[in-house]
Structures are given as C-alpha cells and as structure tokens.
C-alpha cells in the first residue's frame, strides 16, 4: 500500500502565490508518475500537472506558465508552486502517484483564491 501526505494549500489572495507538497511511503511498484489534479465545487476532478521519473512534465492549459510541477525523487516527493493565482483555482487539490499497479490519491488540500 502506498501513502500519500500533502502538505500547504490555504487562503491566498488573487495574484498570490502558494506551494504544495506531497511526500509518497510506502510499497511503490515500478517506475512511477506523480502529479496534481484538483475539484472546485460543482466540477469534475481534472488534472492540473503531472511528471515523470525522469522529469517529463505535462500541464493543463489553464496553468501553464503559471504553475511549476517538480519533484525529488530520493524523497518520493513531489511539489507544486503555484504563481499569479486566480479565483477560479479555488479547488481541493489531490496528490496523485501512479505506479504499475495503479494510481493512489492523497486526501486533498484546499485552495481557495479570493478576487
């Protein structure tokens, strides 16, 4: 079983800044993926940005240049630095590693962007 722990998150205003990190232990299979995704009220959960093992890094659309995925894999930690936010990011974010046997979600961090 694998554990994910997040940590950050909290009230920031419009044009702030905030960074979350999410620390994995446990039996991780394989090569693995990790990354954020996030669900604002009334939406579906969508991914925000993932990396790989070798530091591949893929964004969605409406963060791109904005945020900055990284990760230290001597610590099985993955972070997430998140500029010029706006209200519309107002979500819980969830860490997410995905291994060869299949993905494992942490228990969310609340964002909330006023204007």
């Known amino acids: 079983q694998v554990q994910l722990v997040e940590f950050g998150g909290g009230l920031v205003q419009a044009g702030g800044s905030l960074r979350l990190s999410c620390t994995a232990s446990?039996?991780?299979?394989?090569?693995?993926?990790m990354g954020w995704y996030r669900q604002g009220p009334g939406s579906q959960r969508e991914m925000v940005a993932t990396?790989?093992?070798?530091?591949?890094?893929k964004y969605t659309d409406s963060v791109r240049g904005r945020f900055t995925i990284s990760r230290d894999n001597a610590k099985n930690t993955v972070y997430l630095q998140m500029n010029s936010l706006k209200p519309e990011g107002t979500a819980v974010y969830y860490c997410?590693?995905?291994?060869?046997?299949?993905?494992?979600w942490g228990q969310g961090a609340q964002v909330t962007v006023s204007s």
């Open positions: 446990g039996d991780i299979f394989g090569i693995y993926t």
């Open positions: 997410a590693l995905t291994d060869a046997l299949r993905r494992y």
């Open positions: 990396i790989t093992i070798g530091n591949t890094t």
